[in-house]
């Protein structure tokens, strides 16, 4: 029983100096976050292509507001507001994130992108849309939530 017994510790022991090595590496080379697992590479490409979906997206939906009864409107113009104030904030956000080290630093900036994008989400829900303006909006929302399960914020529902 004896034998069985320091062959638990050594494996234990074994285990945690293999485990403890790994982490510096891990740090070093992957830059991962330990909570998410992304690498601030990763969290680049998901900001690339909402910035990318975002401008077809915001295209499509001044087009979609000039045919639809809100055309000409005060509130045609709020929710065009909204869509530019949506892209004002993806680019702080992109500014910040080229500014930092560590992409955790720009939490506050993807809450700030959250808060708007959460008007528009509210807009596109309640609205009837050319349907590639939903579909352009979907993407986007799918990739704020990627975002917003990055940071451990709340995501758009």
């Known amino acids: 029983m004896g034998k069985n017994i320091s062959k638990v510790i050594m494996a234990a022991v074994a285990f945690l100096m293999v ?3 790994s982490i510096p590496a891990e740090a070093q080379y992957g ?3 330990r909570s998410t697992g992304y690498s601030k590479a990763q969290v680049e490409q ?8 975002s401008d077809r997206f915001v295209r499509s939906f001044d087009r979609s507001l000039d045919n639809s009864r809100v055309d000409g409107t005060r509130r045609e113009d709020n929710l065009n507001q909204r869509a530019r104030d949506f892209e004002n904030a993806l680019d702080l956000l992109r500014q910040e994130f080229d500014r930092t080290d560590r992409y955790q630093e720009t939490r506050s900036q993807v809450s700030s992108v959250l808060n ?7 807009a596109v829900r309640n609205r009837r849309l050319r349907g590639n303006t939903e579909r352009l909006w979907a993407r986007v929302r799918t990739e704020m939530n990627t ?3 990055v940071y451990n914020l709340s ?3």
Do not use: K, P, T
Not at 46 to 53: P, T
Not at 116 to 122: K, Q, S, T, W, Y
């Open 46 to 53: 998901i900001i690339r292509r909402l910035e990318n979906q």
């Open 116 to 122: 708007v994008a959460e008007d528009i989400n509210r």
């Open 31 to 33: 830059r991962r976050a």
């Open 19 to 21: 485990a403890s090595a």
């Open 155 to 157: 995501q758009l529902r």
């Open 147 to 149: 975002l917003a399960s």
